[in-house]
């Protein structure tokens, strides 16, 4: 069975601050990692993926993610922290099969709300 | 490109009563979600189907949730009779191919059962 585990359901940040959303996993295979942001009364949006390529994934609007195997984590960071990126950021595992492809079944992590302040 | 769609956005019943929600995904997906996200949680997994074939349905509470996808296109989710702790967001998400590497979501329909 897989899970997702986000440390800290809340994060605040100065506007330039760095951004770090923690998240830890565990799966029983490979797995590929995943980061999504919802805005208020919106669906999750795809920041970024890791699907065993590279290790250090970039993702849309300065957002990058690290796999670190041994410690079973895929932190999210962001050097600078912008207003706009108030959100709520869900880090979600898939298991990889075989051949390259996965299940499709997203689990999530219970996400972790990000306020910028000014 | 349209994105994935879902009727209706807001919902509000009373506890027993029925309801239904729509999704028709982006054209050309062939696998299709059905999500509940809870208030301060993460969105879990109710019902994954391929085409018109049901995938993975073990979190689906089967003595009041149904959901179909007769033509392998668009997706209803049925609740009958709700609960209170039925209340949430029901997400629909669709992918092009059954390894789902990349999920796109509607904007969800917010069941309020009171």
């Known amino acids: 069975a897989q899970s997702v585990t986000q440390l800290g359901s809340h994060v605040s940040v100065s506007e330039g601050a760095l951004v770090l959303l923690r998240c830890n996993y565990s799966?029983?295979?490979?797995?590929?990692l995943f980061w999504y942001v919802q805005y208020p009364n919106q669906g999750l949006q795809l920041l970024l993926k890791?699907?065993?390529?590279?290790?250090l994934v970039k993702g849309i609007n300065g957002f990058e993610a690290e796999y670190k195997k041994s410690e079973t984590s895929f932190h999210l960071t962001k050097p600078s922290a912008h207003m706009s990126d108030a959100a709520e950021y869900f880090c979600?595992?898939?298991?990889?099969?075989?051949?390259?492809?996965?299940?499709?079944?997203?689990?999530f992590g219970q996400g972790t709300i990000l306020t910028v302040h000014p | 490109e349209a994105g994935v769609a879902q009727s209706p956005r807001y919902k509000i019943i009373e506890k027993r009563q029925s309801v239904a929600f729509w999704c028709n995904p982006i054209?050309?997906?062939?696998?299709l979600y059905w999500y509940q996200q809870i208030l301060g949680q993460g969105p879990k997994l109710l019902i994954q189907?391929?085409?018109?074939?049901?995938?993975?349905d073990s979190q689906l509470p089967k003595d009041r949730f149904s959901a179909e996808r007769l033509k392998g296109v668009d997706s209803t989710l049925k609740i009958q009779p709700a609960k209170l702790e039925d209340s949430a967001v029901y997400l629909c998400?669709?992918?092009?191919?059954?390894?789902?590497?990349?999920?796109?979501f509607g904007e969800g329909s917010r069941l309020t059962v009171l």
């Open positions: 998400a669709s992918s092009l191919e059954a390894s789902g590497r990349e999920l796109f």
């Open positions: 799966s029983s295979v490979p797995p590929y």
């Open positions: 890791y699907t065993s390529a590279a290790t």
């Open positions: 979600a595992v898939s298991e990889a099969r075989a051949g390259g492809t996965s299940y499709g079944k997203l689990t």
């Open positions: 054209s050309g997906h062939a696998t």
């Open positions: 189907f391929q085409n018109n074939g049901v995938v993975d």
